[in-house]
């Protein structure tokens, strides 16, 4: 074999493996830096929290009901999803009251929350969410939404509700509730590494699947 030829081989491995590799890998490593919102929330009608496994923490239910103490929203709802494999430890009725308790526990009225229970699709539970929520937006004449979520989830999670609510006069933002992990040194710990490759695989999942 001539080297010329075994050097355009090596080349087209390079294009053709490598490098997608590469970009993969460059793509998680960044994925810290890139998942989460940048943006400013803003006063909303609604927040919305979808209820996810594991349950929020304490430290987050803290941060819900310093919002409402500062006005910046009039309602809470809680996204919950159906169980029917009955397999989960706590049933949605028990999520719903287990954390209604502890918000009522640190001075959140119970008149400030309501939830709705979502069936598990094939997009997620955060597109499903967010259809739910037009027909709440629409009924209820909402102007403006302010979704809770995680840090790490807060740009797929707010470009999906966005989506699904591009036909409405609505002002979508998202408040990110800091994360226990670090965007420099993720990769260091078992917990990093789910959440963020996690996360980077929903976005991935999203994007591909249109829900973003």
């Known amino acids: 074999m001539q080297v010329s030829d075994l050097t355009f081989r090596l080349k087209l491995l390079f294009i053709g493996f490598l490098s997608p590799l590469l970009v993969l890998i460059g793509l998680i490593l960044s994925a810290p830096y890139w ?22 923490s304490k430290k ?18 809680l996204v919950i999803r159906e ?19 502890h918000l009522n526990s640190l001075g959140m009225g119970p008149g400030l929350v309501s939830s709705i229970i979502i069936p598990m699709t094939k997009m997620g539970d955060t597109d499903e969410a967010s259809k739910n929520l037009l027909k709440i937006a629409v009924s209820d ?12 989830e807060s740009k797929r999670v707010v ?3 966005r989506k ?38 929903r976005y991935l999942y999203s994007y591909i699947r249109g829900i973003l």
């Open 35 to 56: 998942l989460k919102s940048t943006e400013t929330y803003q006063k909303s009608d609604v927040a919305v929290l979808e209820v996810t496994d594991p349950l929020p």
């Open 60 to 77: 987050m239910l803290k941060a819900v009901v310093n919002l409402s103490v500062r006005s910046d929203f009039k309602k809470l709802i």
């Open 83 to 101: 169980d029917k494999t009955q397999n989960h430890l706590y049933s949605p009725g028990e999520k719903e009251l287990k954390i209604r308790e």
């Open 141 to 152: 004449n909402v102007g403006a939404i302010l979704l809770l979520t995680r840090e790490y």
């Open 159 to 161: 470009g999906t509700y």
């Open 164 to 201: 699904t609510l591009a036909s409405l006069p609505i002002k979508v933002t998202v408040y990110g509730f800091p994360s226990e992990v670090s965007s420099s040194n993720w990769f260091l710990s078992e917990d990093g590494v789910r959440e963020i490759t996690g996360e980077f695989v």
